[in-house]
Every structure is written in C-alpha cells, then in structure tokens.
C-alpha cells in the first residue's frame, strides 16, 4: 500500500481507478478531500440554505461512490463530477420543488421574448438577490447551463463536455434560458 503522501499525489484519473478496482473509502476520502468544497459550494446554488446544501453535498458522494465506475475518463473528472453534481442537484430540484414554484407563477412570466436583451452585459448587470429569486423559478436545468456559464466560467466546449450535447444545441439551450431568466427576472417585483 503507498503511503499517504504518495496517495496524494495521484492524478484524479489513477484515484478513481483504484477506487473503482479496490472500493477503497480511503482512497475515496482523498476523492472527498479534493472535491467537497466544489460540490458544496454547487449544492450551495440549489439550496435554501446551509443546512441543505450540506444534506445534498453528503448524497452527492454517497452517489458518486457508488456511480463511480460510470467516470470512463473522456473528460477531465473535475467536468465530470460537475456534470454529475449538478444533474443531481437538478433532479433533487425537480423533485422537490419546481413544480409548485412553476404554478405560483405561471401567470406571472412574459412570454414575450421579442424586446428582450439576452447579451451577457444584461446578465452581469442584474441585482443578485433579485437574480437568485428568478434562477430558483427558472426549470432547473435552464439554471444549470447559466450557472455553468456564468458562475462557473466554463466555455461552450467545457459545457459541451459535461452536458454531453453538440455545441450548437449547447447555444441554443444558452439562449433560451438567458431569455427565459430575463424575462422572469423582469416580472420580479
């Protein structure tokens, strides 16, 4: 067995194969060690609060260790363990809440894109609590691809990857929710 400094110093691709080959949760805390603020500070988007966040971070490992051997290493992992954070944090969403902030404000949303701007600038200037009312009424999976984006800084490719889907669908869906949440975020009182 290596030593913890030598463990340290294995690349996320040689962890990950010897988790899956072992089931070692050792190894597996290494994982844990790398990762958990990134996948907290994600859960964090979806949360109501800490407490939450904390709830879904813990699942998404659980998850992970058992999903693991799914990581066939075409992407970098740190692209694919977003991909997965967010996906479950989507689902958990969906699950839990959408579909009754989706009724409250059915009425309530312009559907009338024609006079909206949906150019980055428009979305760099919104004010963030009022941004992060209209991402929590967005479908979830609009939230995620802006996050990517926005928050998160990834590239049409680097969502490309983690999404799994041609660029120009990647675009597409990048526009639809950029106009979707302007719209929402317009109506906020």
């Not at 800490?50 to 260790?65: G, R, S, W």
């Not at 309530?108 to 009312?133: G, R, V």
């Amino acid at each position: 067995m290596k030593s913890n400094s030598d463990i340290s110093l294995l690349s996320d691709n040689e962890l990950v194969q010897r988790i899956v080959q072992t089931n070692d949760t050792h190894l597996f805390a290494v994982l844990y060690d790398r990762y958990v603020s990134m996948v907290y500070n994600k859960c964090y988007g979806f949360a109501s609060s800490k407490e939450e966040a904390q709830d879904l971070t813990h699942d998404v490992f659980i998850k992970l260790f058992v999903k693991l051997r799914t990581f066939k290493g075409t992407a970098k992992f740190s692209t694919w363990l977003y991909s997965f954070t967010y996906n479950f944090c989507v689902n958990y969403v969906t699950r839990n809440n959408y579909k009754k902030n989706e009724k409250n404000f059915e009425g309530e949303i312009s559907d009338d894109n024609n006079e909206l701007d949906s150019s980055d600038e428009s979305i760099y200037s919104m004010k963030s609590d009022k941004l992060k009312k209209a991402l929590e009424l967005i479908d979830p999976n609009e939230k995620m691809i802006l996050l990517l984006k926005y928050q998160d800084d990834f590239s049409i490719k680097e969502i490309q990857e983690a999404m799994e889907i041609g660029e120009s669908a990647i675009k597409m869906r990048l526009k639809r929710a950029k106009e979707k949440l302007i719209s929402v975020y317009k109506n906020l009182k």
